[in-house]
């Protein structure tokens, strides 16, 4: 069965780094776009970032470009989200999810458990 398993949150400090990982098994992980979704407390479901199949094109969205960089190792089914100059509100819970359409709009069949990232002094 399909499992998104992520990893790599915690805390960090304004201005920090960190990097968070999604294990991918049950699919063929190299044939679908793969997205990080976040939600911070009491707020809904933001779109973070989407990366595309061969090409790995990527999209950011607008709170997050020249911040955060997306990209995949498809020789170890994983998909990875960078994050630089972390601010507070970037804390959240960060959802790894395969892309099911990619078009004007989106929608995801399957998401992970979530990493907790969580961005203070």
């Known amino acids: 069965q399909v499992q998104l398993v992520e990893s790599g949150g915690g805390l960090v400090q304004p201005g920090g780094s960190l990097r968070v990982s999604c294990a991918a098994s049950?699919?063929?992980?190299?044939?679908?776009?793969m997205t990080w979704v976040r939600q911070a407390p009491g707020k809904g479901l933001e779109w973070v970032s989407t990366?595309?199949?061969?090409?790995?094109?990527?999209y950011y969205a607008n709170s997050v470009k020249g911040r955060f960089t997306i990209s995949r190792d498809n020789t170890k089914n994983t998909l990875y989200l960078q994050m630089k100059t972390l601010k507070p509100d970037d804390t959240a819970l960060y959802y790894c999810?395969?892309?099911?359409?990619?078009?004007?709009?989106?929608?995801?069949?399957?998401w992970g458990q979530g990493t907790q990232v969580t961005v203070s002094s």
């Open positions: 999810t395969r892309v099911s359409y990619w078009g004007q709009q989106m929608a995801f069949d399957y």
């Open positions: 049950g699919f063929v992980f190299s044939n679908n776009y």
């Open positions: 990366i595309t199949t061969s090409l790995r094109t990527t």
